[in-house]
């Protein structure tokens, strides 16, 4: 199996079989062979400790592209590298995988990249990261101890199926315990409910309870749903619920989805269609009329589940009446349910990067990957209250000055201990957001909801069509 794992290509589409066999005839298949012949360069030592952060006036110009949102790589903090660092222009570009891989394919590819945790096993297995730990070995910024865990989804002992530990191929810029949930105390209240504890954590089943008391009907029109979670997440979620019974949505080689004969599998998707069918999340027979994030900082949403990370958005999307709320402590974070008795709370998305093998000039690119995730910009995000550190030597610069803050960080703390998970992604699979899992029940939900398939049909149809999307890679690989 490990050298089944050595070559997938790049699964790239969206997300049915025909999808994906016609991105693979198109792209996928060049981009797949360009990656394996540029591959990872052997590795070699780095030429100087790179904690040493500024470059001879007399250096070769060199440029390093970094593909990373706007949002999270600004234009002033760009300038403040080069200004440190006169021997190396820093440029930005949009993330978009698809133009990744294409650029993987004419050799050109951009020196850091941006991914989600989900995607880092097929990227490994195609032998795409540098590896790391010969630079964090000699490094004065990145020591491995001061890792937070979250930064396991990006280090290997052997393989795509060894993640979790060893060495280190790529960081996250900064992480949040994913599962926690978000509440309007006063909605809560209006309803006559209970205020939820901020301490010992619901069982979802409590959740559906809360979500269905507190949605709001005119006739059969929705004026304020009940609960909603991340939808291209679901698969995700269904793998932290059965991973804490010592189960799993996939064989244990990842060759082949477990879910039409698999009783606690069902059942998890069962959650999130009754859910949608019961109008108490959003889905396409009651669309969100923004996204959930918005409607619950609009008042349209009563309780929400999103990280850490959603305390920093809240204060900037929320309108005056909803501000006047978060002074006064009324929208707060609660902890992560638990599934069946089992308390976890991973992060499930992990957003980091990588720095590409065939990138030319890898001393350069570690020394931007190092100044993002362990200099002044991971400082700022630190102090922004946006996520929590990738360092957990940073972790004293989050906020937790104010009513709403401290009751943030007081929850927040408490997750550590549960959000030490690395959740084992299947290695064969594109693992974008959403996911392939996750865009088949997407699709094939919204039929069973207008009454055109069935509930067990649908099941088979997931099932089926996630392991023709797993034979494909294995095909591909010709093993």
Not at 110 to 118: E, G, I, M, S
Not at 143 to 165: E, F, H, M, P, T
Not at 416 to 442: I, M
Request: glycine share 8%; charged share 20%.
């Amino acid at each position: 199996m490990d050298k089944m794992l050595t070559r997938i290509p790049d699964r790239g589409g969206r997300y049915s079989r025909r999808q994906f066999l016609r991105l693979a005839a198109v792209s996928t298949s060049a981009a797949w062979l360009a990656a394996c012949a540029a591959g990872a360069p052997a590795q070699q030592a780095p030429a100087a400790e790179v904690g040493d952060t500024a470059a001879p006036a007399d250096a070769a110009a060199v440029t390093i592209e970094y593909m990373m949102g706007e949002a999270e790589l600004s234009p002033a903090e760009i300038e403040q590298f080069q200004g440190a660092n006169p021997g190396i222009t820093l440029t930005r570009v949009e993330p978009d995988a698809t133009k990744y891989f294409a650029s993987l394919a004419a050799g050109t590819p951009p020196d850091l990249f941006r991914l989600q945790a989900p995607q880092f096993p097929l990227l490994l297995a195609r032998e795409i990261p540098l590896n790391l730990q010969p630079y964090i070995d000699v490094s004065t910024a990145i020591k491995v101890d001061d890792l937070a865990a979250a930064n396991n989804y990006y280090r290997s002992s052997g393989g795509a199926l060894d993640i979790g530990s060893g060495d280190v191929y790529g960081m996250v810029k900064d992480w949040s315990p994913d599962l926690t949930i978000w509440v309007n105390l006063d909605q809560i209240e209006e309803v006559g409910l209970p205020t939820p504890s901020f301490t010992e954590p619901m069982d979802y089943t409590e959740v559906r309870a809360y979500g269905e008391a507190l949605a709001k009907f005119d006739g059969d029109r929705s004026v304020r749903r009940g609960f909603d979670t991340q939808m291209p997440w679901v698969d995700r979620i269904w793998m932290v619920w059965l991973e804490g019974l010592g189960q799993s949505l996939f064989s244990e080689d990842f060759t082949k989805m477990d879910l039409v004969e698999n009783e606690a599998a069902r059942e998890a998707v069962r959650y999130h269609y009754d859910l949608a069918a019961d109008k108490i999340s959003s889905s396409p027979i009651n669309p969100s009329p923004s996204w959930a994030g918005q409607d619950f900082a609009n008042g349209e949403l009563s309780m929400v589940q999103y990280g850490f990370w959603f305390s920093g958005g809240l204060m900037i999307w929320a309108g005056d009446e909803m501000k006047q709320q978060i002074e006064e402590g009324r929208l707060v974070m609660l902890p992560s349910p638990t599934w069946k008795g089992v308390r976890r709370g991973p992060t499930i998305t992990a957003t980091g990067s990588i720095v590409t093998g065939a990138t030319q000039n890898p001393d350069e690119a570690y020394k931007v990957f190092e100044w993002y995730n362990a200099l002044e910009p991971a400082q700022n995000r630190a102090a922004s209250g946006w996520g929590v550190p990738a360092l957990k030597s940073m972790y004293d610069a989050i906020p937790k000055d104010g009513p709403y803050r401290s009751q943030v960080w007081s929850v927040l703390e408490a997750e550590f201990e549960f959000a030490e998970t690395t959740v084992r992604f299947n290695p064969y699979l594109q693992g974008g957001e959403p996911g392939v899992a996750a865009s088949l029940f997407l699709q094939f939900y919204e039929q069973v909801l207008k009454g055109d398939l069935t509930f067990d049909e649908m099941l088979q149809q997931l099932e089926s069509e996630t392991n023709l999307a797993l034979q494909d890679g294995i095909d591909q690989i010709g093993a």
